[in-house]
């Protein structure tokens, strides 16, 4: 009965425990759904800024006026270069620093003779001092992602910055072109990359092969960045993809969003070790609770059997004595059902069966008793003959025929009679 029970309950409770599991996996991807979605949207907003302000700067003309002056070696006046500096240089500085995503707005141009105009303002040599400029200059409409600011290096030792910048050249009339850096802070960028705790983790894959992270905490999951980016060629470029992998024996959720704006991918790691281990504690209090229940009602049970059925193991230990030849004993009747019932018809039977042998007992008492009785006729009869024989041959012996003839007659009567008996 137990085994019928708790088998089906088996076979429920995996599947029931399964489903708990996917709708909490569910619900997580569907949490790290909307957060990557936000995620990827505050990153859009970013780039736009970053594209926004680079055609802001394409667009000053007034400003190109002068560069393509600077360019071409024409002797500017004192009081005209402070008016542009007023005019062109602080207004840009003003657009820096009403906006807080913004870092700078750099135009490195090919000119002599004129000072740089911080911080907007600087000689194409300036550009050759970034990690991105040191190995020959990117091509145009580019992202640098994660490089320091060294226009300056000792100005910019005392405070690194991870920056990310899109790098756009423009060509003026002199046949000369000027670089646009139009940068951003990397925390700005990929706030997830350095807000992320120990079972998430952020990550962005450039078209190039690179990829970029927050250096300043060595995630667990660094070692399999390759398996990781190895799903990237599953993906729907124009969807968010979510891929289920295990890394190291733990599960975990992968997010992929290709961003075509800056030429990469932004992979989210997500860690469902807590989520499994909080169904599996759930499953195995179930279980613990469900086994102490069992063990419980098994008790019970056995008692409850032990209880309901002890007029019929009554009913067997008589059976038992009865088989060994007991038949003195009896059934102890104490319930009033049908187990009782058959304990007081045992009794009467037993009742009988006693009955029946006394009664054969005292018939075959009766047949011996009649048997000995003819036998003791027999032994008197034979005695009694045996001493007539003896007396007629006295009689004989002392020639008294009489006696003899008469004892001989009364012998034959005695003979005659013995063959009745």
């Not at 006046?77 to 707005?105: D, H, R």
């Not at 490089?147 to 290096?153: A, K, S, T, V």
């Not at 599953?234 to 295990?246: K, L, S």
């Not at 030849?325 to 009782?340: H, K």
């Amino acid at each position: 009965l137990i085994a019928i029970i708790v088998f089906p309950l088996v076979i429920l409770s995996f599947f029931f425990f399964n489903n708990i599991r996917d709708s909490r996996i569910k619900e997580k991807i569907k949490s790290v759904e909307i957060n990557f979605t936000q995620n990827y949207e505050h990153i859009q907003k970013n780039v736009e800024m970053c594209q926004m302000s680079t055609q802001v700067m394409i667009n000053s003309q007034n400003f190109w006026n002068y560069v393509e002056r600077f360019s071409s070696g024409e002797k500017i006046k004192t009081e005209e270069l402070l008016g542009f500096y007023k005019s062109e240089i602080m207004a840009l500085e003003k657009i820096v620093n009403s906006n807080p995503y913004l870092y700078q707005i750099r135009v490195y141009a090919d000119y002599t003779g004129v000072p740089e105009m911080m911080p907007v303002l600087y000689k194409i040599e300036r550009a050759k001092r970034l990690a991105w400029g040191r190995s020959g200059l990117p091509e145009s409409a580019s992202w640098q992602f994660d490089y320091e600011d060294e226009i300056f290096p000792a100005f910019s030792a005392s405070r690194v910055q991870h920056l990310v910048s899109l790098v756009t050249y423009t060509a003026m009339e002199n046949d000369k072109i000027a670089l646009i850096e139009v940068s951003t802070k990397m925390e700005l960028l990929f706030p997830k990359f350095y807000s992320g705790g120990e079972n998430e983790w952020t990550f962005f894959a450039s078209d190039n092969g690179k990829y970029y992270f927050d250096l300043a905490q060595k995630n667990r999951w660094l070692d399999n960045i390759r398996e990781i980016l190895s799903h990237r060629t599953e993906i729907d470029d124009n969807n968010t993809n979510y891929v289920q992998i295990t890394l190291d024996g733990e599960p975990v959720i992968v997010c992929i969003k290709p961003i075509k704006e800056i030429r990469g991918t932004l992979f989210r790691v997500v860690s469902l070790k807590e989520d499994y281990a909080a169904v599996t504690k759930i499953r195995n209090i179930f279980w613990g609770c469900f086994f102490i229940i069992v063990i419980i009602l098994l008790f019970f049970l056995n008692k409850m059997v032990k209880i309901i059925l002890k007029q019929f193991y009554e009913i067997m230990n008589t059976i038992h004595k009865v088989q060994k030849g007991d038949l003195d004993v009896r059934v102890r009747v104490t319930n009033p059902d049908e187990i009782g019932e058959l304990g007081q018809q045992i009794n009467k039977m037993l009742g009988r069966i006693t009955h029946l042998m006394e009664d054969n007992i005292k018939r075959e008492i009766l047949v011996k008793d009649s048997e000995i009785r003819a036998l003791q006729n027999q032994i008197n009869a034979h005695f009694i003959y045996n001493v007539l024989e003896s007396i007629k041959m006295m009689a004989e012996v002392d020639a008294k025929f009489e006696i003899s003839d008469a004892v001989t007659a009364l012998g034959k009567l005695l003979r005659y009679s013995m063959k009745w008996i």
